[in-house]
């Protein structure tokens, strides 16, 4: 079946050798059907896009909010474009997938936030991939959410460097357990802070020739966690309530305070990075996009909007976009038009000029020509919502939702009047175009049983993490929570315990392993035993690591994630590993104390 929204086959921009003396970089025409960006070679823009976590169309004083104040955000839209209608999915990975991708997450076989449902599929080509075929140096900081082993991970999706995490969720937020490039690195400070000095860094390295950087926070995501200075200003601050009734019922004032408290720190580290940008004189030919990738992460201020992270209504999907290009696109602009995440990679791609070329047919489409203030006039246009068995449509004027309700979104952002009786065309229309959208994607629910194997070994990959949130236990093993994603293994007691991983060895080789541990001072001397197929290798845990759990100091509320503990690092000598699935075992074969150990992670390192 053909794609429902018409493939883009090329740019409706495309990339020009000729160099124009007038200026680097200029319209050709004002005919929005046959615009050409002209750019020369040595002035291609740069392009950094921010992506936060969890932070709602509410959370940005820009959308009304009076308990908070984000001056640098709220800068781009009038030194830029704002796109008043923009939209995302309900959850984190659907979104990085669109986005990544210009595809509907269903496409690239994402369909969950953790154990393996939110990873890209190896065959998809990705925006990184497209901006480094053009020649752009390309690098990810933060919250990557979309795959950890090769071919899945950062740097096997485009982009050169890599710091941050790749998981749905982190343990703490202060100076944690990171990864550079696959390596456990020891982060800086506060991370947002420090992903932004990153990309500060990676900026002030590749000032002389294109860059595309990433930077995908991880606030306001739980758990709620923000330096004195910001949680200060906050913690005794009386809250004004969101219009919507029921989301100021349901507020949680503390989470909601320390959820505003992050936006302003993320709304500082924008202002850091705009002002080095400036500071580079960068600023002119670089392109900041801005965006969030869900509803609000709880009840609170979200402009009237009905629903929340998770919901596939207007509040769940609805997130600020902001896009500042001076040489292009005029200061304060406003984008009327529906325009979606999966509209990301064709937008940027013709902004920058590099003629990209999409093996796959794209969802998204290019939306330049709105944001130059020359609208193409398409109607006719919708966008397609899918998460855990919720579906709905938006329209440029209205909502449909699987169950047939109809929603004017114009004149009722709330979606208190169902209109399904009174416009019943429309509900027709919209209700036939939201069956064909399920028929094409299958789009599944976020309990899927996964059936794709943890990847290992790829030849590409120097480094191969296999957590404990990839993991199974047996034998009354289990995870520290019931959210995996930055979870470790517990009740690990005695010979009956197993830990194990289904993998697909993916070239061969000789790996040395490390194994990231915790155990009580006297049960140290276990011997444990790392098996897949016919390799196996033995080791004695010969040093205790009794370290208490941690993380509760730092945050603001309650979490419902697992806390984290100092990991300690100790090798469990090297293993061949052969192509072909398999599993692979982590056992105890001697146990002398009254555990075995906690487990985090094991880290493969190539050998040859």
């Given at each position: 079946?053909?794609t429902?929204?018409?493939?883009i086959?090329?740019?409706t921009?495309?990339?020009?050798?000729?160099?124009?003396a007038?200026?680097?970089?200029?319209?050709?025409?004002?005919?929005?059907?046959?615009?050409v960006?002209a750019?020369?070679p040595?002035?291609?823009?740069n392009?950094?896009?921010?992506?936060?976590d969890?932070?709602?169309?509410?959370?940005?004083?820009?959308?009304?909010?009076?308990?908070?104040?984000?001056?640098?955000?709220?800068?781009l839209?009038?030194?830029?474009?704002e796109?008043?209608?923009?939209?995302?999915c309900?959850?984190?990975?659907?979104?990085?997938?669109?986005f990544?991708?210009?595809?509907?997450?269903?496409r690239?076989?994402?369909?969950?936030?953790?154990?393996?449902?939110?990873?890209i599929?190896a065959?998809?080509?990705?925006?990184g991939d497209?901006?480094?075929?053009?020649?752009?140096?390309?690098?990810?900081?933060?919250?990557?959410?979309?795959?950890?082993?090769?071919p899945?991970h950062?740097?096997?999706?485009g982009?050169?460097d890599?710091?941050?995490?790749?998981s749905g969720?982190?343990?703490?937020?202060?100076?944690p357990?990171?990864?550079?490039?696959?390596?456990i690195?020891?982060?800086?400070?506060?991370l947002?802070?420090?992903?932004?000095?990153?990309?500060?860094?990676?900026?002030s390295?590749?000032?002389?020739s294109p860059?595309?950087?990433?930077?995908?926070?991880n606030?306001?995501?739980?758990?709620?966690q923000v330096?004195?200075?910001?949680?200060?200003?906050?913690?005794d601050?009386?809250?004004v309530?969101?219009?919507?009734?029921?989301?100021a019922?349901?507020?949680?004032d503390n989470?909601?305070?320390?959820?505003?408290?992050?936006?302003?720190?993320?709304?500082?580290?924008?202002?850091?990075?705009?002002?080095?940008?400036?500071?580079?004189?960068?600023?002119?030919n670089?392109?900041?996009?801005?965006?969030?990738?869900n509803g609000p992460?709880?009840?609170?201020?979200?402009?009237?909007l009905?629903?929340?992270k998770g919901s596939t209504?207007?509040?769940?999907?609805?997130?600020?976009?902001?896009?500042?290009?001076?040489?292009?696109?005029?200061?304060?602009t406003?984008?009327?038009?529906i325009?979606?995440?999966?509209?990301l990679?064709p937008?940027l791609?013709?902004?920058?000029?590099i003629?990209?070329?999409?093996p796959?047919?794209?969802?998204?489409?290019s939306?330049?020509?709105?944001?130059?203030?020359?609208p193409t006039?398409?109607?006719?246009?919708?966008?397609?919502?899918?998460?855990?068995?919720?579906y709905?449509?938006?329209?440029e004027?209205h909502?449909?939702?699987?169950?047939g309700?109809?929603?004017?979104?114009?004149?009722?952002?709330?979606?208190?009047?169902?209109?399904?009786?009174?416009?019943p065309?429309i509900?027709?229309?919209?209700?036939?175009?939201?069956?064909?959208?399920?028929?094409?994607l299958?789009?599944?629910?976020?309990?899927?049983?996964?059936?794709?194997?943890?990847t290992?070994g790829?030849?590409?990959?120097?480094f191969?993490?296999?957590?404990?949130?990839d993991?199974a236990?047996?034998?009354?093993?289990?995870?520290?929570?019931?959210?995996?994603n930055?979870?470790?293994?517990?009740?690990?007691?005695?010979?009956t315990?197993?830990?194990?991983?289904?993998?697909?060895?993916?070239?061969d080789?000789?790996?040395e392993?490390?194994m990231?541990?915790?155990?009580?001072?006297?049960?140290?001397?276990?011997?444990?035993e790392?098996?897949?197929?016919?390799?196996t290798?033995?080791a004695?845990?010969?040093?205790?690591?009794?370290v208490p759990?941690?993380?509760?100091?730092?945050?603001?509320?309650?979490r419902?994630?697992?806390?984290?503990?100092?990991?300690?690092?100790?090798s469990?000598?090297?293993?061949?590993?052969e192509?072909?699935?398999?599993?692979?075992?982590?056992?105890?074969?001697?146990?002398?104390?009254?555990?075995?150990?906690e487990?985090?992670?094991?880290?493969?390192?190539?050998?040859?």
């Amino acid at each position: 079946m053909s794609t429902i929204i018409p493939a883009i086959s090329k740019p409706t921009w495309i990339f020009s050798q000729v160099v124009v003396a007038a200026c680097a970089i200029c319209f050709a025409t004002n005919d929005a059907s046959s615009d050409v960006l002209a750019v020369a070679p040595d002035a291609r823009p740069n392009v950094v896009v921010i992506l936060t976590d969890d932070q709602g169309w509410g959370d940005l004083s820009l959308n009304g909010n009076p308990n908070l104040s984000t001056p640098n955000i709220d800068s781009l839209a009038r030194d830029g474009a704002e796109v008043k209608n923009f939209y995302v999915c309900s959850v984190c990975s659907p979104t990085r997938a669109e986005f990544l991708t210009g595809r509907y997450h269903s496409r690239s076989g994402v369909y969950s936030t953790s154990s393996g449902g939110e990873r890209i599929n190896a065959d998809e080509q990705t925006i990184g991939d497209v901006f480094k075929t053009a020649g752009y140096s390309t690098a990810a900081y933060g919250k990557w959410h979309s795959g950890m082993q090769f071919p899945y991970h950062p740097n096997a999706r485009g982009f050169d460097d890599y710091y941050g995490f790749c998981s749905g969720h982190w343990g703490d937020y202060f100076s944690p357990m990171l990864e550079h490039n696959g390596e456990i690195v020891t982060g800086n400070g506060f991370l947002v802070d420090d992903l932004t000095d990153h990309a500060i860094d990676f900026i002030s390295d590749h000032t002389a020739s294109p860059f595309f950087v990433y930077l995908p926070f991880n606030t306001p995501h739980a758990p709620m966690q923000v330096p004195d200075p910001y949680w200060d200003k906050f913690k005794d601050k009386p809250l004004v309530s969101d219009p919507a009734k029921e989301n100021a019922k349901r507020q949680n004032d503390n989470h909601t305070r320390a959820a505003l408290a992050m936006c302003e720190n993320i709304d500082h580290n924008v202002g850091r990075l705009l002002k080095h940008l400036d500071a580079t004189g960068l600023a002119d030919n670089t392109i900041v996009v801005f965006f969030c990738d869900n509803g609000p992460n709880g009840a609170r201020y979200n402009g009237g909007l009905r629903g929340r992270k998770g919901s596939t209504n207007e509040g769940g999907l609805r997130s600020p976009m902001l896009v500042r290009f001076p040489r292009v696109i005029q200061a304060g602009t406003k984008v009327t038009p529906i325009m979606g995440a999966i509209d990301l990679l064709p937008t940027l791609a013709d902004l920058s000029g590099i003629g990209a070329v999409y093996p796959k047919p794209l969802d998204g489409r290019s939306m330049v020509a709105e944001l130059s203030n020359r609208p193409t006039g398409d109607q006719d246009r919708m966008l397609f919502a899918a998460w855990n068995g919720k579906y709905s449509l938006r329209s440029e004027s209205h909502r449909v939702h699987a169950d047939g309700s109809l929603f004017d979104i114009d004149h009722d952002p709330r979606e208190d009047v169902d209109l399904r009786n009174e416009q019943p065309e429309i509900a027709k229309r919209m209700g036939n175009v939201l069956n064909q959208f399920l028929d094409e994607l299958k789009p599944l629910k976020s309990n899927h049983r996964e059936t794709r194997p943890i990847t290992l070994g790829h030849p590409d990959a120097k480094f191969n993490q296999l957590p404990a949130r990839d993991a199974a236990g047996h034998g009354g093993v289990v995870h520290s929570n019931k959210f995996p994603n930055c979870t470790f293994m517990q009740n690990w007691v005695d010979t009956t315990g197993e830990i194990t991983w289904d993998v697909d060895v993916l070239a061969d080789g000789d790996h040395e392993v490390t194994m990231y541990y915790a155990c009580k001072n006297g049960s140290q001397g276990s011997v444990i035993e790392l098996s897949l197929n016919d390799q196996t290798i033995r080791a004695t845990i010969d040093q205790p690591n009794d370290v208490p759990l941690r993380g509760m100091e730092n945050d603001r509320d309650l979490r419902p994630e697992s806390y984290v503990k100092d990991w300690k690092p100790m090798s469990l000598g090297s293993i061949r590993l052969e192509p072909g699935r398999g599993t692979l075992r982590l056992r105890a074969i001697e146990v002398p104390g009254a555990e075995v150990a906690e487990m985090r992670l094991l880290m493969f390192r190539r050998l040859d």
